[in-house]
Nanobody, 126 residues
Framework: QVQLVESGGGLVQAGGSLRLSCAAS????????MGWFRQAPGKEREFVAS????????AYADSVKGRFTISRDNRRNTGYLQMNGLNFEDTAVYYC???????????????????WGQGTQVTVAS
């Protein structure tokens, strides 16, 4: 099992930027894909972005494509989500997750991720 801790959330004005971090410990993080998901008040948790175990492949939800960038540094056991051009609809609790299957791309399905962080709040003021 891998333990994940998110950080970097906060309050930002519309149009601003934030960079979320996801620090991993335990199971060898570098062998597994990583994903970011979010849950807005009153809504179900949804996919945001994912990155393959080696960083070579990424995927994004249509709502964030072109604004968000997912990356990882396997030497530091850390993943990142750079968020630019934030708008009110991006307000949510953001969770990072580690994939279940090693040496894979991860995809967008929550069922493919088995370890979750506690979440970090992102609030965008309009």
């Amino acid at each position: 099992q891998v333990q994940l801790v998110e950080s970097g959330g906060g309050l930002v004005q519309a149009g601003g930027s934030l960079r979320l971090s996801c620090a991993a410990s335990g199971r060898t993080f570098s062998r597994y894909p990583m994903g970011w998901f979010r849950q807005a008040p009153g809504k179900e948790r949804e996919f945001v972005a994912s990155i393959s175990w080696d960083g070579a492949s990424t995927a994004y939800a249509d709502s964030v494509k072109g604004r968000f960038t997912i990356s990882r540094d396997n030497r530091r056991n850390t993943g990142y989500l750079q968020m630019n051009g934030l708008n009110f609809e991006d307000t949510a609790v953001y969770y990072c997750a580690a994939g279940l299957n090693p040496w894979s791309e991860g995809g967008s399905a929550q069922a493919g991720f088995g370890s979750w962080g506690q979440g970090t709040q992102v609030t965008v003021a309009s």
